[in-house]
């Protein structure tokens, strides 16, 4: 069949892959999109596990920690101009605010909560009209430490275009140690705004999305002529490679000029130093248009 432009663009544009890989894919998937970027995951063109869904192109990313809780919120829009308007980071910042104080449970219930007897989404639109420009707030995460054992750390970019919190448990109060524990989750944060995992560890994958790549990576090793027994187990390892780089434990440690390879080197490394347990238990990671 033949495919158009407009859908190749499209798939490029979602997954980073080259044109004629996104060409065949679609092909083979007979224009469905969705299905094209699972084969082209499966092929190993596309990155890994990587959340394709597009947000806004522009817009701010913005975090409120105290280290025992944290907000992270990301405030689309249409140009970077407007990005840099006063009247945009006014309405960022009361935002922030706001989500920090209330502490809600998903995007959704923060959009609808009434503020000042308005509702959020309410409180938008009226920058919409003075701003000229359509904004929209797009993501928002929440994590609170439940112990003295856990802390919330954090990490914005510069240009407040990434940003990262995670919470981590340590076996003994953060309190003990602090300043190792803080240069351990300041390396965190920023091995997570720089190598982009999506998962904490294997066992964070969704059993569901393993399923549907063995299935992938096992039909086309049929298909390439190889036997049942052969396309299992290229199937197996196919999968976990795959989802490697997508997995924040089994990532390759972002500095160079060391001697850890992977980031679960890492922690094991700095609990030897702490001689206690390092737990890594949730991370919001946002990148505008991504």
């Known amino acids: 069949m033949s495919v158009s432009m407009d ?8 997954t980073g892959a080259g044109v004629a890989d996104c060409k065949n894919a679609l092909v ?43 907000v992270i919120l990301e405030l689309g829009c249409e ?13 960022l910042n009361n935002l922030t605010d706001i989500a920090f104080q209330n502490e809600f449970k ?10 000042n007897s308005k509702k959020i989404e309410d409180l938008i639109k009226e920058y919409i009209a003075i701003i000229g420009e359509n904004i ?16 919330v750390f954090d990490y914005l970019h510069f240009n407040k275009r990434i940003g990262v919190i995670v919470l981590v448990e340590f076996e003994k109060e953060f309190e003990i140690n602090k300043e190792l524990k803080a240069e351990f989750g300041s390396k965190t944060v920023f091995q997570i705004a720089s ?35 052969i396309a299992l187990k290229i199937a197996e390892g196919k999968v976990m490679k795959i989802f490697e780089d997508s997995v924040l434990m089994e990532q ?12 679960k080197d890492f922690v094991k490394e700095y609990s030897n130093k702490l001689n206690e347990k390092i ?9 505008i248009g991504k």
Do not use: C, W
Not at 7 to 14: N, T
Not at 39 to 63: C, P, Q, Y
Not at 202 to 222: G, H, M
């Open 252 to 263: 390759a440690f972002f500095e160079e000029n060391t001697k850890i390879n992977k980031f």
């Open 28 to 70: 083979e998937a007979n224009g469905d999109v969705e299905k094209a970027k699972k084969i082209l995951l499966a092929k190993g063109v596309a990155k890994a596990a990587k959340k394709l869904d597009r947000t806004t192109k522009e817009g701010l990313i913005s975090i409120k920690n105290n280290n025992e809780k944290a």
């Open 136 to 151: 929209k707030l797009t993501r928002y995460g929440f994590l609170k430490a439940n112990s003295k054992n856990q802390v």
């Open 195 to 229: 190598m982009k995992p999506v998962y904490v560890d294997i066992n964070s994958i969704p059993a569901s999305e393993i399923e549907e790549q063995k299935k992938l990576a096992y039909q086309q090793a049929l298909n390439e002529g190889k036997p049942e027994h």
């Open 279 to 287: 737990n890594i238990l949730s991370f919001f990671r946002y990148e």
């Open 7 to 14: 859908l190749i663009k499209q798939l490029r544009e979602e």
């Open 79 to 91: 140009t970077d101009f407007v990005a840099r308007n006063e009247k945009f980071n006014e309405l």
């Open 106 to 115: 998903s995007l959704d219930e923060f959009i609808n909560f009434e503020y």
